[in-house]
């Protein structure tokens, strides 16, 4: 295949008084044709790579055979009717059924995605029902993109009222008590801001039914600061308005509220920059709400709105060593899910915060999601684990009964595997727990394929999960290990700012401590030894990879960030500037992402592992270019044989909603890949 010449340009940038070269920065236009040319020329020579290695079809099967199960959400009472998704096994999308009895198969479907278009590349990603279960608003995005469409269906007839929500994303929505319209954020509409400011400046607005969004009034901006965004819901009795304001992805918010029965002006409840404060649910006055402010590992507190000072407040469920994940409330009773040891359970307490009882269920799972039925008295929950895809429980309040109602439909025989928990020592002498899942007895002889996984940032805790991908792996013999590293949020903020700003390098050495405590154990040896993150993951493969290519024998790098020097000005790049920095304001920040951007330390002429690097061409999330000029700067400095390979996803994005085709395509190369670099035999 003739070769794209790859062209340096001698652009560069003066950060504090360092000179710093950027020689790809012309593959940051993806539309110039030197841009497309080299892409064309990367997928080709990739394409090419994989087409050689002989398994790629039996893979291929395999993997369709483990992704082809029935996958269930969890249901939701609205009106007359219950309402879950489901994929059938290989369908694109799931689709939003509902029935009157959960028990009785006669279903009729609400909304089939997979109709929208033919590539299966529109996905239904929020559903919010007003107060009878009449109406259903409900948001799609199209190629995995962050931005979502907003339409309103009448749930009597299933038909749509004529208008579109544009301009909307991560919005959620709250319904009025009549449901005549509902509260919802947007930003402002293109061209009347700069590009880089599309996702600033967001509005809470109120949409009438039935009638056009130009249309919908303005409740509420902070013209004060562009970054800041919003997040409106109703209270339980529908008489508060609360608006929850953030501010990219830093774990602190506020609440203010206004009186629903007037259009009063918002009262500040609790504008301090002091934590992270989420509303629960309210009695009257007395507002339940979460957060971590002097407490890392969240705490429950009731607010009096009409005594809303700070020492007025009573904790309800004070900081345990036990992490709050997510909170529900039913009447008078809290669910409260929460992690010990990157391991979900959850617990009933009264809303005084007694303890009532703990939910019998699996040890070392992750919980999904539970919702609520109050009229009923039922929860329903969905769990998953390495060896069991989402299972769906029922539990009766009044009985205190907890019954399966969708099981695991998985093809892996889960007795024939286990999962154990390890702590392991990093550089510093932390310990780091790190879960490894492989087949029952197998003998430790420092020459198994291993695929360890992580992530490290944002406070996001990789709890137990299930992957077709990793079923398949473990069943032809590999073991599976994800590190539960410092950044994220499994000891709760403390692990999370532990691995923050100037303690990012402590989530590499967690990381590569991982991959040596694995060899030093004779689970694997390097050569046998892969390592694969997406996203901030991407940014945790590809640091380690240059810090130590002698350790790993394969490297899968997916949708990474890599250039920590322009991040910010992409996209919502600025939303992860509470987690880095910004490399142009701060000379200190500039010294510490510097130190470790991926994308400017990497070495000529030394010998780097097989790598793979993915990306797709719609992301709005992590934009193409970090992987793109990587991959370029990568190329150019290997020094071994080993391939450098660039996959580019076409119409698709970050993650968001990609269809099951697409899915399967992608994680065929990806284990393709990891099979031939680790010598793994395919049959």
């Not at 391991?343 to 009532?356: A, T």
Request: glycine share 8%; hydrophobic share 35%; aromatic share 12%.
């Amino acid at each position: 295949m003739m070769k794209t010449e790859v062209i340096e340009d001698k652009t560069s940038d003066n950060f504090h008084g360092t000179i710093v070269a950027d020689p790809y920065r012309w593959l940051e236009n993806s539309s110039s044709s030197r841009t497309v040319e080299w892409e064309k020329d990367q997928s080709g020579r990739t394409e090419q790579h994989l087409a050689s290695i002989l398994g790629r079809k039996k893979i291929k099967e395999k993997l369709t055979a483990h992704w082809n199960f029935p996958k269930y959400a969890v249901p939701q009472k609205k009106g007359d009717y219950y309402y879950y998704s489901k994929n059938g096994g290989l369908q694109n999308q799931p689709i939003l059924h509902r029935g009157k009895e959960l028990t009785n198969p006669s279903t009729e479907i609400v909304i089939n995605p997979n109709e929208l278009n033919a590539e299966g590349t529109s996905a239904l990603t929020n559903t919010t029902f007003n107060k009878d279960g009449s109406l259903m608003a409900y948001a799609i995005s199209e190629n995995g993109s962050d931005w979502q469409e907003i339409k309103i269906r009448n749930m009597e007839t299933l038909t749509d009222y004529p208008e579109t929500l544009k301009r909307c994303k991560f919005s959620t929505l709250a319904w009025t008590e009549d449901g005549d319209g509902f509260y919802y954020s947007r930003f402002p509409e293109q061209g009347t801001v700069s590009e880089e400011d599309e996702s600033n400046f967001n509005r809470l607005y109120f949409h009438k039914l039935n009638t056009p969004q130009i249309e919908d009034v303005l409740i509420y901006e902070r013209t004060d600061d562009k970054e800041i965004a919003f997040e409106p819901v109703l209270t339980d009795d529908y008489n508060y308005l609360i608006v929850t304001l953030w501010k990219g992805t830093e774990n602190k918010s506020q609440l203010y509220f206004r009186s629903n029965k007037e259009n009063g002006e918002f009262i500040p409840l609790i504008n301090k920059d002091d934590g992270y404060y989420s509303f629960i649910g309210n009695e009257g006055s007395i507002f339940y709400i979460y957060t971590n402010q002097n407490a890392p590992n969240g705490k429950i507190i009731a607010v009096d709105i009409e005594q809303p000072e700070e020492e007025n407040w009573i904790e309800v469920i004070p900081e345990q060593k036990e992490v709050l994940s997510f909170i529900r409330k039913i009447d008078d009773k809290l669910v409260v899910t929460s992690m010990l040891h990157a391991r979900d359970q959850v617990k009933l307490y009264d809303l005084s915060g007694s303890f009532i009882k703990k939910l019998e269920l699996p040890d070392m799972i992750t919980i999904i999601d539970i919702s609520t039925n109050k009229k009923q008295q039922e929860l329903f929950i969905s769990y998953s684990s390495y060896l069991s895809p989402n299972t769906i429980m029922r539990y009766d309040l009044e009985k205190g009964s907890l019954e399966v109602l969708f099981p695991s439909g998985a093809k892996l025989d889960s007795s024939k595997f286990e999962t154990k928990q390890v702590f392991y020592p990093s550089k510093d002498g932390t310990k780091i727990p790190m879960f490894i899942t492989h087949k029952r007895g197998v003998k430790l002889t420092g020459n198994h394929p291993v695929l360890l996984y992580g992530y490290g940032g944002f406070n996001i805790s990789l709890t137990p999960s299930y992957s077709p991908s990793n079923a398949m792996f473990i069943e032809d013999g590999g073991i599976y290990a994800v590190a539960n590293i410092r950044g994220g949020g499994e000891y709760g903020e403390a692990w999370h700012q532990a691995g923050t700003f100037g303690n990012k390098q402590r989530v590499f050495e967690d990381f590569i401590a991982a991959g040596e405590w694995l060899i030093d154990n004779e689970y694997t040896n390097s050569s046998k030894l892969a390592i694969m993150g997406g996203s901030n993951g991407g940014l945790l493969v590809s640091a380690c990879m240059n810090q130590r290519p002698d350790l790993f024998g394969a490297v899968v790098c997916q949708v990474p960030v890599t250039d920590m020097l322009r991040y910010q000005r992409f996209t919502v790049g600025r939303f992860w500037t509470s987690e880095f920095g910004n490399a142009e304001e701060s000379e200190e920040h500039f010294n510490n992402v510097y130190a470790y951007s991926p994308l400017h330390n990497v070495t000529p002429g030394i010998k780097y592992p097989a790598t793979l690097v993915t990306t797709a061409d719609t992301d709005d999330r992590v934009v193409p270019l970090h992987a793109k000029k990587y991959t370029a700067t990568l190329q150019k400095a290997q020094a071994g044989k080993a391939p450098i390979l660039l996959r580019i996803e076409k119409n698709a994005g970050h993650g968001l909603g990609k269809p099951t085709s697409k899915i399967i395509e992608e994680y065929t190369d990806i284990y393709t890949f990891i099979y031939d670099s680790l010598g793994i035999p395919i049959d």
